[in-house]
């Protein structure tokens, strides 16, 4: 997995370039948490992003109503970006899968293996272990 990771900078711009909705799990309305910065930053730059977080479902993070789950989202998802731990994200993978997201992406330091091969074996792009505000500021 570890020369996976290793993606080419042409590949996360073409991802950030198509992407125009995104899915945010692990939403948090807290300012200090590094989901709302990156939620707040993704906005900014044009984005169309829906929280989900079940703890904060039907309230409102940087004036966006926040989901339950991937599936009460009526819009087609382009990006499922995981803002959770490594053990949920085969799940997420799967809802990605279902509600049919082009783009699995998980936060720095969230790697799994097997959510990797279940996306991209139904056609998503992965990019595992990486931040797309990072990716957007060093572009």
Do not use: H
Request: positive net charge; charged residues 30%; glycine residues 6%.
């Amino acid at each position: 997995m570890e020369s996976e990771l290793n993606y080419s900078q042409s590949y996360i711009s073409q991802i950030l370039r198509e992407v125009e909705t995104i899915a945010l799990i692990g939403a948090s309305a807290d300012p200090k948490k590094d989901s709302y910065k990156v939620m707040k930053f993704l906005l900014d730059q044009n984005y169309e992003v829906f929280p989900v977080n079940p703890n904060e479902k039907g309230t409102k993070i940087l004036g966006r109503y926040c989901y339950g789950d991937l599936q009460s989202i009526k819009v087609k998802i382009d990006m499922v970006e995981i803002f959770r731990k490594p053990e949920a994200v085969l799940g997420i993978a799967k809802e990605a899968v279902e509600i049919g997201s082009k783009v699995l992406w998980t936060q720095l330091g969230i790697v799994d293996e097997e959510a990797s091969k279940v996306a991209k074996k139904n056609g998503l792009k992965v990019v595992m272990n990486r931040c797309p505000k990072i990716e957007l500021l060093n572009k």
